[in-house]
């Protein structure tokens, strides 16, 4: 049981360049999120998957996409990385109940120069 | 919109004084959590206040929810190294999403 898992844990960009964020959880839960952290910001949330088959915004999703791929899988894409990107991304889940508390990954450390 | 402050942004104590760390929210919340995160991790649950006035302890953490739910603190009673992170408050107002604060970082001098 390895709860939620993240790829790749560190990543350097150059400006322009795209890559893809992976996440899958195996809590079988319903609800999968992205957080970016930033020194000063604590953690903003970016996309929300509440099911398999939807996503919505969140407070800060300009310059993303994502997929829920599945109801394990949950991926963030930057098409074109800017330095204002550079940040640390944690993938989340959660179970059905509003209340129940988030798991995360270990985090990707992205750099883009 | 939903806002989560919290207070102070950095904290050094040395190893046996006592830490505080407070959480405001612009709107009323259904129930709060607490988080920490061990510097180079990721954010680990602590624990969820629901009810108006609810104090619940965890060892030397006691957390509280304020009468009005707009607000928290968590307190931990005789700082050990143990205890270094940062430590996040996440509001939630019924809906799927946690607002979290932004965080209080400790660091417990030896």
């Known amino acids: 049981n390895a709860g939620v898992t993240q790829t790749p844990k560190f990543q350097v960009l150059k400006t322009g360049q795209s890559m893809t964020l992976q996440c899958a959880q195996d809590m079988n839960h319903n609800s999968m999120y992205w957080y970016r952290q930033d020194p000063g910001m604590g953690l903003r949330l970016i996309y929300y998957s509440a099911s398999e088959g939807t996503t919505d915004k969140g407070e800060v999703p300009n310059g993303y996409n994502v997929s829920r791929l599945n109801k394990r899988e949950f991926s963030l894409r930057l098409e074109s990385a800017a330095p204002s990107q550079t940040s640390v991304y944690f993938c989340a889940s959660k179970g059905t109940s509003y209340n129940s508390p988030l798991h995360f990954g270990n985090g990707t450390r992205l750099t883009v120069t | 919109g939903q806002q989560v402050m919290q207070i102070p942004q950095y904290q050094h104590v040395q190893e046996g004084e006592d830490f505080t760390t407070y959480c405001n929210s612009s709107t009323t919340l259904s129930n709060i959590q607490w988080y920490k995160q061990r510097p180079g991790g990721h954010p680990v649950f602590l624990i969820q206040?629901?009810?108006?006035?609810e104090v619940k302890k965890q060892k030397r953490l006691t957390f509280q929810f304020g009468e009005a739910k707009k607000n928290s603190s968590l307190h931990i009673t005789a700082t050990q190294t143990t205890d270094v992170g940062t430590y996040f408050c996440a509001g939630n107002n019924g809906a799927n999403n946690l607002f979290f604060g932004t965080g209080t970082r400790l660091t417990v001098i030896p």
């Open positions: 206040l629901v009810k108006s006035g």
